[in-house]
C-alpha cells in the first residue's frame, strides 16, 4: 500500500487493493517532520538506530539513547520550516525503560537564543504517555534540556511531542 498527502488540499490519496473500511491516522507533534518540524542540534545519540531524530518520528518503538554515561545534559532544539511559529498546549512524553529520562525543561524561544522555560518536570518510568501544561506560549524555537536519568550509564526517551497550532506570523 502507498498513500500520498496533500495538507495545502486537505486530502490523502492512497493505492489500496480491495473495498473494505480504511481509517487515516495523522500525528499531533508539531515536532513531527510530516508537521514542519525541524531537529536543529542535538548533545548526543548513541548509534543511528538510536538516533535524535526518533523523538518526533510518532513511533513509540523507537527511541533516541544518549551517548555512553553523559557529562552535561542533553539537549535538543527544533523549529519550524518556512521560519513559522507555533501556540504551544502541551508537551507530551514516551518515557519507560531501565535508562528513562528523569529530569526536564522544555523551554521556548522567538529568537532562538533568549529562552524561556515554558514547563518542567521529573518523568517516571511508565508505559503510558505524560504530560505537561504549555499554556498557550508563542514561540519559532523549541528546545528540549534532559539533566538526569534513571541510570548514569545513558539516558533513552522514545517519544517528545509538543501539541498547539502552528502559525505564520507568531509575533
Known amino acids: ?13 492512497a493505492v489500496v487493493y480491495h473495498l473494505t473500511e480504511f481509517g487515516v491516522f495523522g500525528t499531533m507533534n508539531l515536532l513531527d517532520p510530516a508537521n514542519g518540524g525541524v531537529l536543529e542540534t542535538f548533545t548526543s545519540e548513541f548509534t543511528n538506530s538510536t538516533k535524535a531524530l526518533n523523538l518526533t518520528d510518532g513511533n513509540t518503538v523507537s527511541y533516541w539513547r544518549s551517548e555512553s554515561s553523559p557529562e552535561t545534559s542533553q539537549v535538543f532544539v527544533y523549529s519550524f520550516t518556512n521560519y513559522m511559529g507555533a501556540v504551544l498546549t502541551k508537551a507530551v512524553f514516551n518515557n519507560s525503560g531501565e535508562h528513562c529520562s528523569r529530569d526536564f525543561k522544555v523551554q521556548t524561544a522567538m529568537d532562538g537564543v533568549n529562552y524561556s522555560t515554558a514547563a518542567s518536570g521529573t518523568l517516571v518510568d511508565q508505559e503510558s504517555a505524560q504530560e505537561y501544561a504549555i499554556n498557550n506560549v508563542t514561540c519559532r524555537t523549541v528546545r528540549l534540556v534532559i539533566s538526569s536519568g534513571a541510570t548514569n550509564d545513558a539516558w533513552e ?15
Open 157 to 171: 526517551m522514545a517519544e517528545f511531542a509538543v501539541h498547539g497550532v502552528l502559525t505564520d506570523d507568531p509575533d
Open 1 to 13: 500500500y502507498s498513500s500520498t498527502v496533500y495538507p495545502n488540499d486537505n486530502y490523502v490519496q
